[in-house]
């Protein structure tokens, strides 16, 4: 069952010229207890994406969606009180860089300890003072931090930035919620500690039933237990299927390209030089029409200046007029 369930999500401001559209259509499923990845590019409009889920709304923002549900509720429906209420209670985020949100005037212990809900604290003054003390120190605990009193006590400052991540996973998950969204946690860690917190990831989702919504770059850098993959390219879905389909057979030119970007990262002797898609990302201001990918493929043709629509092959989703394999009986 679908706990997330979003269907043609747009997302427009006013440019100069016109509006601009930052996500274009875009759908995104998530099952209950569901690990999903979803990748692309830096400016493809993942973290938007995350964004319109949490109900972080610019003011400039136009954001339409034929269906934008949290289990049964509309959140496009709800007022921005009601709409607080759901996501504080059901979701959490954890941010690429912890340094820039973590308060640098606050110890970690303070910072910590405000993120418990005052509602499952039981007793007096004094008794709910130390239990909410208790219940971070055991948070440290689950995301692999022992050394509780040296860290209660530090300034976000004073932590490396896998400490300081694991913290800020112990805050996203303080109140249990059955949604987490990891923008980019590991960006610029050491090998070691990316581990850590994949395994810690993995951990919560199998100890709590928690789904995951993973976002990143790096398309082989994905958790051993995601289900789905979800290729975004400039705020338009590219594919959607198993890790097995798109690391083994990607029907789409951009999961092909982004592929072989992130194999030749990991494999390529020292001063090889690493292949690349043509051309760059365009901007906000300047997208094409059509397929965006369009003016960096090597596929495109005619047929791309209209944006191709999704279609589906068992599990395996689409959007290409010509993709790599001759396609038949897709619906």
């Known amino acids: 069952m679908n706990i997330l369930d979003i269907r043609n999500l747009t997302i427009e401001i006013d440019g100069d010229n016109g509006p601009i559209r930052l996500v274009d259509k875009l759908s995104l499923q998530i099952a209950e207890g569901e690990i999903h990845t979803l990748v692309g590019e830096s400016g493809s409009g993942k973290s938007l994406l995350a964004k319109a889920i949490l109900g972080f709304i610019n003011p400039r923002w136009r954001v339409t969606a034929d269906r934008l549900w949290w289990r049964h509720y509309d959140l496009l429906a709800l007022n921005p009180e009601q709409r607080r209420v759901v996501t504080g209670r059901d979701m959490a985020m954890i941010f690429q860089n912890p340094g820039s949100y973590l308060d640098p005037n606050a110890s970690i ?39 509780h009193d040296a860290v209660m006590q530090a300034y976000p400052f004073e932590l490396s930035d896998g400490v300081a991540q694991k913290v800020s996973i112990a805050m996203a998950i303080a109140h249990n919620p059955k949604l987490l969204i990891a923008d980019e946690p590991t960006t610029a860690m050491e090998p070691q500690t990316r581990s850590q917190i994949y395994r810690l990831l993995s951990k919560l989702n199998a100890s709590q039933g928690m789904s995951v919504l993973m976002i990143t770059q790096d398309l082989t850098a994905i958790m051993p237990e995601t289900k789905r993959i979800s290729m975004v390219y400039c705020g338009q879905l590219m594919e959607v299927g198993t890790p097995q389909q798109l690391l083994e057979q990607p029907l789409h030119p951009y999961t092909e390209a982004m592929l072989s970007m992130s194999l030749a990262n990991h494999n390529t002797p020292v001063k090889t030089r690493l292949p690349t898609l043509g051309g760059s ?9 059509g397929c965006r990918l369009g003016p960096r493929c090597q596929h495109a043709r005619r047929a791309c200046i209209d944006t191709p629509r999704l279609r589906k092959l068992k599990q395996h989703q689409f959007a290409c007029h010509y993709p790599l394999i001759e396609v038949k009986n897709y619906d």
């Open 109 to 147: 212990g303070a910072q910590l300890q405000e993120c418990i809900p005052s509602g499952d604290l039981k007793g007096l003054y004094l008794r709910r003072r130390a239990d909410r003390k208790t219940r971070a120190e055991r948070l440290l605990h689950r995301v692999g931090i022992k050394d």
């Open 281 to 289: 990302i365009p901007t906000m201001a300047n997208l094409p029409i």
